[in-house]
């Protein structure tokens, strides 16, 4: 189902038409309510942590480790919701929730005030990210175009840095922090109007599961992920990053403040070409999506990761800084898509929410640790060391991974049947698959 215009010009040609699939309007409701809350992570609550209420490392370790338990139980919990009703409910329903929780961010003016509030609207905001997650295999029945999804999916999100992080550099600097909250809140609302009558090619409610126990189906998706040795291993790969991600979320603004010596909207700007770098590691996760579905292909991307963390903080130049920003930023938008169109390969679909809500848990625990950990290192190291070391850790995860990867994608033929290992899949639903068809790729 979609709908089309085309633009007629007076001399009476007609433009192309522009054609209102299901993944158009995914992707652009992506890219507009991301847009309001990379300008509200990055520059608002930042800004208003570092700027406004003057925190320190502690201060922002403190606000920043709340938000990550508050998302680690919302994407949990989110992963059954996505099984039990389809990730369209859960995406829309978690749009409208985060409306009122981000709009308290006005009220408050003390850092434990602003840690509730952050943690409040990283509970409603989780789920969004990991219905988002699982949309892709809801939209089509062809696993060949999931790498091209994912890409697509992930790219807008990667272009909301530059939209977000520009949109809340000018709103600073024309208005005030607190405006960038009101921006996230009309951005979440202008999605869900986008979503309401989005088709899916299946979202049916699969009504003898729901009389079952949540808390039963959340323990046997993790169990599930983990006895599935390719799941666990993309599992594995997809939270390595989260653990420099940990460090940065609570560094990065002292890195700017006191490092380079500049301002909160220099932070926007930055983060301004990071997006550039994002989005063009998309494009090209989209054009090559096949050649990177492979275990081998995540590794090096992991690895690279860790050598764009070093170019992007191993400097106090401003314009080496930026530089390195583009390119690793280039690098994540490879790994991001490839990694989760490899998960959506290896689960059936009964399983996808709730794979890919342990996927979200796990990052959020990954950065929870350097989180918490991050102004002890940058007491005892320095803010710049202490980043630059973390991209370190991550080439060494890549290292040591090379053969576990190597290993999988000589033996792909040779999956363990869930039933081998104890766990049970629920029956497909109504027009679902229990998993795509083979991958010659992959499989």
């Known amino acids: ?69 508050t998302a680690l139980i919302g994407s949990a919990v989110a992963g059954t919701l996505v099984d039990r009703f389809g990730p369209k409910r859960v995406l ?32 409603t905001s989780a789920p969004a ?16 175009r999931l790498g091209r999804m994912n890409a697509l999916i992930e790219g807008a999100g990667m272009a909301a840095l530059i939209t977000g992080s520009a949109a809340g550099a000018a709103l600073v600097a024309l208005f005030s922090l ?33 009389k079952g126990s949540g808390w039963s189906e959340l323990r046997a998706g993790v169990a599930y992920s983990w006895n599935d040795l390719r799941l666990r291993f993309y599992l594995g790969m997809g939270a390595s990053v989260w653990l420099i991600f940990g460090l ?98 290896n689960s059936p679909k009964p399983m996808v929410g709730r794979v890919m809500g342990t996927s979200q848990a796990l990052g959020e625990i990954a950065k929870l640790g350097p989180l918490v950990a991050a102004p002890a290192l940058a007491t005892l190291f320095g803010v710049q060391e202490t980043l630059a070391a973390s991209g370190i850790v991550l080439v060494a995860i890549g290292v040591i991974s090379w053969r576990t990867g190597r290993r999988l994608d000589l033996t792909r033929g040779m999956v363990t049947p869930p039933e081998d290992v104890g766990i049970h899949v629920p ?12 991958n010659p790729i992959e499989r």
């Open 92 to 123: 829309i329903t978690a749009e409208i929730l985060f409306v009122p929780s981000v709009l308290s961010a006005l009220l408050v003016d003390t850092v434990p005030q602003f840690a509730l509030v952050v943690g409040l609207f990283a509970l």
């Open 248 to 345: 940065f979320t609570a560094l990065e603004p002292l890195f700017f403040r006191d490092v380079l010596g500049v301002g909160p909207e220099m932070i926007g700007w930055v983060n301004t070409l990071l997006g550039l770098g994002l989005v063009g590691g998309t494009l090209l996760a989209g054009r090559f999506a096949d050649r990177l579905q492979s275990a081998r292909s995540v590794v090096v991307l992991l690895a690279l990761n860790g050598l764009g963390t070093l170019i992007y903080a191993g400097t106090t130049s401003l314009v080496v800084v930026a530089a390195g920003g583009a390119v690793w930023g280039l690098v994540i938008g490879l790994f991001a898509p490839a990694v989760r169109t490899m998960l959506h390969i």
């Open 427 to 438: 029956t497909p639903v109504s027009g679902s698959a229990d998993r795509f068809p083979p």
């Open 1 to 69: 189902m979609s709908s089309e215009f085309a633009v007629v010009h007076c001399c009476g040609c007609q433009t192309r038409a522009v054609k209102f699939t299901p993944l158009f309007r995914v992707v652009a409701a992506r890219l507009i309510s991301r847009t309001g809350s990379e300008a509200a992570f990055f520059v608002g609550i930042w800004g208003k942590l570092a700027y406004e209420l003057e925190g320190d490392a502690a201060d922002i370790a403190f606000v920043l480790g709340t938000a990550g338990v």
């Open 178 to 210: 607190d405006s960038i909250f009101i921006l996230d809140a009309v951005t979440s609302v202008i999605a869900v109007a986008m979503l309401v009558t989005l088709p899916l090619v299946t979202e049916d409610v699969d009504t003898e599961r729901m």
């Open 129 to 144: 990210f990991t219905a988002i997650a699982s949309l892709p295999p809801f939209l089509t029945t062809d696993q060949h």
